[in-house]
């Protein structure tokens, strides 16, 4: 099996796109905020500011060898940065995602004045566009550096990449 996977802030629309790859390819899609849930911690999918962000890190990587997934290809998706307690940017360290087989990186961008408008009308919780620009640019840095220093491949989503671009990133 290939573990791919899928970063990005809040509300960039990581779970839309999955959904969409699932229907075209044989995959299987999960976010870590459902692993860390099914391992039986209760997070609130509204408030995107995280407490206890090092436990919850290794929750999801126990529940995930834990799966027993019979597709090819298992698209995760979670995140580089978190938003702390207080509304602080704090990157995730690279040893987050050791032993967890990643093959490729997908870093999904949007406009953050889009995201925000989003993550209102879905959480009905106003980020500033400005703190959600700060999160996007730290979990783009985050995600170039993990790739490079792990020899990684990175495919960067926005609105001006094609769908099929996508497609063959995953595919080959």
Same mark, same amino acid.
């Given at each position: 099996?290939?573990?791919?996977?899928?970063?990005?802030?809040?509300?960039?629309?990581?779970?839309?796109?999955?959904?969409?790859?699932?229907?075209?390819? /044989? +995959? !299987?899609?999960?976010?870590?905020?459902? *692993?860390?849930?099914?391992?039986?911690?209760? %997070? =609130?999918?509204?408030?995107?500011?995280?407490?206890?962000?090092?436990?919850?890190?290794?929750?999801?990587?126990?529940?995930?060898? /834990? +799966? !027993?997934?019979?597709?090819?290809?298992? *698209?995760?998706?979670?995140?580089?940065?978190? %938003? =702390?307690?207080?509304?602080?940017?704090?990157?995730?360290?690279?040893?987050?995602?050791?032993?967890?087989?990643?093959?490729?990186?997908? +870093?999904?961008?949007?406009?953050?004045?889009?995201?925000?408008?989003?993550?209102?009308?879905?959480?009905?919780?106003?980020?500033?566009?400005?703190?959600?620009?700060?999160?996007?640019?730290?979990?783009?840095?985050?995600?170039?550096?993990?790739?490079?220093?792990?020899?990684?491949?990175?495919?960067?989503?926005?609105?001006?990449?094609?769908?099929?671009?996508?497609?063959?990133?995953?595919?080959?």
């Amino acid at each position: 099996m290939e573990y791919i996977f899928l970063a990005g802030i809040h509300g960039v629309g990581k779970s839309t796109l999955a959904a969409k790859l699932e229907n075209e390819l /044989n +995959l !299987k899609s999960l976010s870590i905020s459902n *692993l860390i849930r099914n391992a039986g911690k209760n %997070l =609130d999918s509204a408030n995107k500011r995280t407490g206890d962000i090092s436990q919850n890190q290794e929750l999801w990587k126990m529940e995930l060898k /834990n +799966l !027993k997934i019979t597709e090819e290809i298992l *698209l995760l998706d979670g995140h580089f940065c978190l %938003l =702390d307690i207080n509304k602080n940017i704090t990157p995730l360290p690279f040893t987050t995602f050791a032993g967890t087989d990643m093959s490729k990186v997908i +870093l999904m961008q949007k406009n953050t004045q889009t995201i925000r408008e989003q993550l209102l009308k879905r959480d009905n919780i106003e980020y500033s566009v400005d703190i959600l620009q700060k999160l996007q640019e730290n979990e783009t840095y985050q995600a170039i550096k993990y790739s490079e220093e792990n020899n990684i491949k990175l495919f960067i989503f926005n609105e001006s990449t094609d769908f099929p671009e996508l497609i063959d990133f995953i595919t080959n």
